[in-house]
């Protein structure tokens, strides 16, 4: 069983900046690829960003690509959402996966485990 336990997020404003954070309870975190998603109000949970067991290789959505950063420090059990230039549309509930299976499956969003999820609020 992995629990994983998220912190960050909040309120702010258009083009200001937030980090999410995830910390898993696991010894192997490392053989875990991980996963960020966001279910905005009305909508169903859409895929975020994705890395590789050793954060070698990073996935994007479209939506996301150049404003926002994965990372992972194994070291720490903990995988990282960096948010910059943040958007009205980006306001959602945001939940961290992980999945031993690797980055295709955390993409899918078919499996795995699952953060609590926080709320990231964008005010125009």
């Known amino acids: 069983q992995v629990q994983l336990v998220q912190s960050g997020g909040g309120l702010v404003q258009a083009g200001g900046s937030l980090r999410l954070s995830c910390a898993a309870s696991?010894?192997?975190?490392?053989?875990?690829?991980m996963g960020w998603f966001r279910q905005a109000p009305g909508k169903e949970r859409e895929f975020v960003a994705a890395?590789?067991?050793?954060?070698?290789?990073?996935y994007y959505a479209d939506s996301v690509k150049g404003r926002f950063t994965i990372s992972r420090d194994n070291a720490k059990n903990t995988v990282y959402l960096q948010m910059n230039s943040l958007k009205p549309e980006d306001t959602a509930v945001y939940y961290c996966?992980?999945?031993?299976?690797?980055?295709?499956?955390?993409?899918?969003?078919?499996?795995?485990?699952w953060g609590q999820g926080t709320q990231v609020t964008v005010s125009s």
């Open positions: 996966n992980a999945d031993q299976r690797g980055p295709s499956s955390v993409r899918s969003g078919s499996g795995g485990y």
């Open positions: 696991v010894r192997t975190f490392s053989t875990y690829a």
């Open positions: 890395i590789s067991w050793s954060g070698g290789t990073t």
